[in-house]
């Protein structure tokens, strides 16, 4: 009879173990990719966890009651050891989220539901755009250094830009994450509110805009492809793991772009795709005459170890062409280079810009705006 109850509690506190164990991972589902809120399934989820240890804690006294070889003792405690700091590891994951640079990570997507907002109804991460007569537009366009990936909404250098040009100028920010110099002249073209000042954002890659039209795309390998099935299926369950996987991959493709001859930096040293590129900025100076618009292009560099070399590629090849259209240009790389690396990246996972560096451009626009 006592065999028998201690069988029922060895097979109940698997039970639960089992149970609990996959309904926390499951919760992952509605932190990372649902609208829902994430600090209650965050809970349910740590709760989750901790029962599920101690159920399967449980399950091993109750087991090494049955079987009190010794090796077996061992192996339990090696298991119940393995499972406790994977679960530490998920929890810690589970609120420890920092913006990446991948943005299909599971922790940059929390990121994401955490700090992407506000999102106006045109899908900007902007106020709503509520043009004020008595007041002049300043449209910034961009890509996601520009819409301020990796920090907050107040520390994105338009938002600055618009507390502190209040009394003149309703600022709006067009800054979409992955577009290029084509998209944001068609961003320009259909937002609602016309410019009286533009900034344009500038980063190497939005050479891309050229590459498409000559049909180069930078070819690099997904480190998922080459996953067990098994594999594949923790790391897109797991924040632990996939936060692991995605460091490890970023590392591999980033390696992969410098060997690359078709990398965005090096084809500004090819004239057809540097001339196609020029071709897609004077669309922006065509439209500031036509409309009687101020055009400032913006050049940030990459902010990582390779920030004087995008600068010397990309920069000098952006600032020859403002100089030759009469553009105002600002290179922020001169007011960022002497900054330490953790000082200008969003976090040593996203090399997006830092709160400092978002600060450091704000001010530059400021003073140019001021002295018109």
Not at 174 to 188: A, F, I, M, P
Not at 282 to 298: A, G, P
Request: aromatic fraction near 16%; charged fraction near 20%.
């Amino acid at each position: 009879m006592k065999t028998n109850r201690i069988f029922f509690k060895l097979f109940l506190s698997l039970l639960v173990f089992v149970l609990l164990f996959i309904f926390s991972f499951k919760l992952n589902y509605f932190i990372a990719y649902t609208h829902h809120k994430i600090l209650i399934f965050a809970i349910l989820k740590t709760i989750s966890l901790i029962i599920s240890v101690f159920a399967f804690l449980s399950f091993s006294f109750y087991f090494s009651n049955i079987f009190s070889s010794k090796i077996i003792k061992n192996i339990t405690i090696s298991i119940f050891s393995i499972l406790l700091f994977f679960s530490i590891m998920e929890i810690i994951f589970t609120f420890y989220t920092p913006s990446t640079n991948v943005f299909t990570d599971l922790s940059n997507k929390i990121w994401q539901k955490k700090y992407w907002k506000p999102i106006n109804s045109l899908g900007y991460r902007d106020v709503e755009p509520n043009e004020k007569p008595d007041k002049k537009n300043i449209l910034v366009i961009g890509d996601s250094f520009v819409a301020g990936h990796g920090v907050k909404y107040e520390e994105v250098f338009s938002s600055i830009l618009r507390k502190e040009l209040r009394q003149q100028y309703n600022v709006y920010n067009l800054g979409v994450c992955g577009s290029h110099t084509e998209r944001e002249y068609d961003s320009l073209l259909t937002y609602p509110v016309k410019p009286d000042i533009i900034i344009l954002g500038y980063y190497h890659n939005d050479i891309e805009s050229a590459m498409i039209k000559h049909n180069i795309h930078s070819k690099f390998s997904n480190p998922k492809n080459k996953l067990s099935p098994f594999s594949k299926f923790i790391i897109d369950n797991s924040l632990f793991f996939n936060f692991l996987f995605s460091i490890k991959a970023k590392s591999q493709i980033s390696a992969e772009f410098m060997e690359s001859e078709q990398n965005d930096i090096l084809l500004y040293l090819n004239a057809d795709i540097w001339n196609t590129q020029k071709q897609s900025l004077k669309k922006f100076k065509e439209y500031s005459i036509e409309n009687n618009v101020k055009l400032i292009s913006l050049f940030i560099p990459g902010l990582g170890e390779g920030i004087a070399f995008t600068n010397v590629i990309a920069g000098k090849k952006i600032e020859e062409f403002c100089r030759e259209e009469n553009i105002e240009f600002i290179n922020i790389y001169p007011y960022i280079k002497n900054l330490p690396l953790s000082k200008r990246i969003a976090n040593k996972f996203d090399q997006h810009p830092s709160p400092e560096v978002h600060k450091i451009i704000a001010n530059k626009l400021i003073s140019i705006i001021n002295e018109k």
